[in-house]
């Protein structure tokens, strides 16, 4: 995760980050669970979204090659990118109270396959809000998601709301930014405390793989570095990420995440699964409280793996 402070050219400062590995058996049985979660809370159903993937990766790997191997390989890797976004929200979420956010979770499994078929869901939405929450929640900080915001995180004894936005085209990019901004300002005039502030979280992922493509790469670090810089590219180079900004708004959280696979072999054959998050941080003013506020947020913000 990196963050940039809004220049004239913004500065891009690197955070380390890991390269987390999971094995296929693991990631199987927590995908299991994770769906057994939905199932208990009355959002999954055998004919959901959800349990098609299941079915696309059991077609996968049950059949022998065929005419339509390259198909079959492209709905693989997407239902596999799909639920990687599910098992993080349950990983996280599984540890609050369910109340505050069983509605948002009823909603997620409805929908299209794949997620560049329609122009706007609402599923894919609420999962984003929840994906938000889970990435406060394993960062450390007592959360709640009971609509006073998409999420509200404790830091350091102050209210950081937060408003989540899935934005699908460039065009859209100021008019959300500015909304979210707006939402935010409303809940700090009614919070009664000085110290709370604010910063909107917007996915990137619909407007710089609008095609849902997925990357065939030599190693781990080459994903990762493009689209990381496509990703900085992006956010530093545009003003509208800054629309409707006020003093106690701290910036615009992006993220961008992408599903690949390295090659081990010739082919498609024993390919290791890739699934890469990357975010940049670009900051509202530069006001000293607001710099120490996030210097506190940001490495536990990034750096976070599929699950603990």
């Not at 049985?29 to 999954?44: C, F, H, N, P, T």
């Not at 492209?74 to 349950?90: D, G, K, M, P, Q």
């Not at 959360?143 to 999420?151: E, I, K, R």
Request: charged content about 25%; proline content about 1%; aromatic content about 8%.
């Amino acid at each position: 995760m990196t963050e940039s402070n809004n220049l004239k050219t913004p500065k891009i400062t690197d955070y380390p980050f890991v390269v987390h590995l999971h094995s296929s058996d693991e990631v199987r049985a927590k995908r299991d669970q994770a769906i057994e979660w939905l199932r208990e809370v009355g959002g999954s159903v055998h004919s959901d979204r959800y349990h098609g993937y299941l079915r696309s990766i059991d077609k996968y790997e049950l059949s022998e090659v065929s005419v339509d191997i390259e198909r079959e390989f492209y709905s693989f890797l997407n239902a596999h990118s799909e639920l990687t976004e599910l098992i993080r929200v349950y990983d996280s979420l599984q540890l609050i109270d369910s109340s505050e956010y069983v509605s948002a979770l009823k909603k997620i499994c409805s929908g299209q396959a794949f997620r560049n078929k329609v122009t706007n869901e609402a599923s894919r939405d609420f999962l984003f809000e929840l994906s938000v929450g889970a990435r406060l929640i394993r960062a450390g900080y007592e959360v709640t998601l009971n609509g006073q915001a998409d999420s509200v995180a404790i830091v350091e004894g102050r209210r950081v709301y937060v408003e989540a936005k899935r934005i699908r085209s460039v065009s859209q990019i100021g008019k959300r930014v500015g909304e979210a901004n707006r939402q935010i300002g409303k809940r700090l005039a009614q919070d009664s405390s000085s110290k709370s502030r604010g910063f909107v979280a917007v996915s990137l992922t619909d407007v710089l793989n609008p095609d849902n493509s997925f990357a065939a790469v030599e190693s781990v670090e080459h994903l990762r570095s493009t689209n990381a810089n496509s990703l900085h590219g992006l956010v530093g180079g545009r003003d509208d990420f800054m629309r409707g900004k006020m003093g106690k708004c701290l910036g615009v959280l992006a993220e961008f995440t992408m599903q690949g696979f390295k090659y081990q072999n010739e082919g498609y054959e024993g390919a290791a699964l890739l699934n890469c998050r990357v975010a940049t941080f670009r900051r509202c003013d530069a006001h000293e409280s607001n710099n120490e506020l996030m210097a506190k947020m940001l490495p536990v913000l990034s750096n976070q793996s599929l699950y603990k």
